[in-house]
């Protein structure tokens, strides 16, 4: 159920009037960051929403950071963290290697994800990456904004090796995983990031920034978990082309097969369901 939309009040009130546990999975629209638009007609929205929620309500959460950030707008609401699940790819073609890295983003093209920071990083280790190295940035949005990243690149002097190549789905998406040697995430607030998950399951190691929950992968060994200003963006970026990046993408895919399998992420949320019907009886 979404937050700032016409039906969740009635929704709620729905639930509370007829005495009905609720779980409710945000999607991460309750977390905030420096660019948030509207907060206070947010925090207002909020307050009628606690007021109309069941008092049976379940939170659903995709990563810790959610959790907290939910928790912080609901406070006192139960919160059960289950992560998004991902389809991992029976096979995966032999990369991660060459000389000329191939960086990739994939996802919203919105202020939110931290692009810019990536593209004046991308700027600063153009040199040292050689000339055949590129990176990729594919998704779309609001036209204003992805006309301002356009000519960022272009101000950056980056048109030969940053390259805009708007929407990316079914095979074209599988594609660009099969192609890159790193996916790169910048982003300010991220309750999941199914791309990270996406790009682990193909084997391709990850560049994340630490608004998204992925901390881990340093601990698994298949990316590096920085700061998104354009500094740590820049450093990392060297310092991973460096690294064994067949090696790293084959710990985060063995990682997704035992975690962020669908089978598993279901038998998870189903024992939230049952668990909360015990309840009721």
């Excluded at 929205?45 to 379940?58: G, K, M, N, Q, T």
């Excluded at 907290?68 to 699940?85: D, K, L, Q, W, Y």
């Excluded at 990369?95 to 990739?104: T, V």
């Excluded at 300010?188 to 608004?211: D, N, Q, T």
Aim: with cysteine.
């Amino acid at each position: 159920m979404a937050v700032y939309s016409f039906p969740t009040i009635p929704a709620l009130l729905a639930c509370k009037i007829l005495g009905k546990p609720l779980v409710w999975s945000p999607r991460g629209m309750l977390q905030r960051w420096d660019g948030t638009k509207r907060p206070d007609l947010k925090a207002i929205w909020e307050s009628v929403c606690r007021i109309a929620a069941p008092d049976r309500l379940l939170l659903h959460a995709t990563s810790e950071d959610e959790a907290r950030a939910s928790e912080r707008r609901f406070p006192g609401a139960e919160t059960m963290i289950v992560p998004n699940g991902v389809e991992i790819p029976a096979t995966f073609p032999n990369r991660n290697g060459h000389q000329a890295r191939r960086f990739i983003y994939l996802g919203r093209l919105h202020p939110i994800k931290g692009i810019e920071n990536l593209l004046q990083a991308y700027k600063m280790v153009q040199d040292k990456l050689g000339a055949a190295s590129s990176l990729i940035i594919a998704g779309e949005g609001d036209p204003g904004y992805v006309d301002r990243l356009k000519l960022q690149i272009q101000q950056l002097g980056l048109p030969e090796t940053v390259k805009m190549i708007g929407h990316a789905a079914g095979k074209a998406k599988e594609e660009l995983f099969h192609a890159a040697d790193v996916l790169i995430v910048p982003s300010f607030a991220e309750s999941f990031g199914v791309v990270v998950a996406e790009a682990l399951a193909h084997a391709v190691p990850v560049i994340v920034s630490r608004g998204t929950p992925w901390r881990r992968v340093e601990e698994v060994g298949c990316g590096l978990w920085v700061e998104n200003d354009p500094e740590s963006l820049a450093a990392a970026i060297q310092h991973i082309s460096a690294m064994p990046l067949r090696e790293m993408g084959l710990k985060g895919r063995e990682w997704m097969q035992r975690e962020f399998d669908w089978d598993s992420v279901a038998f998870k949320m189903l024992g939230v369901y049952r668990e909360l019907l015990s309840r009721v009886s």
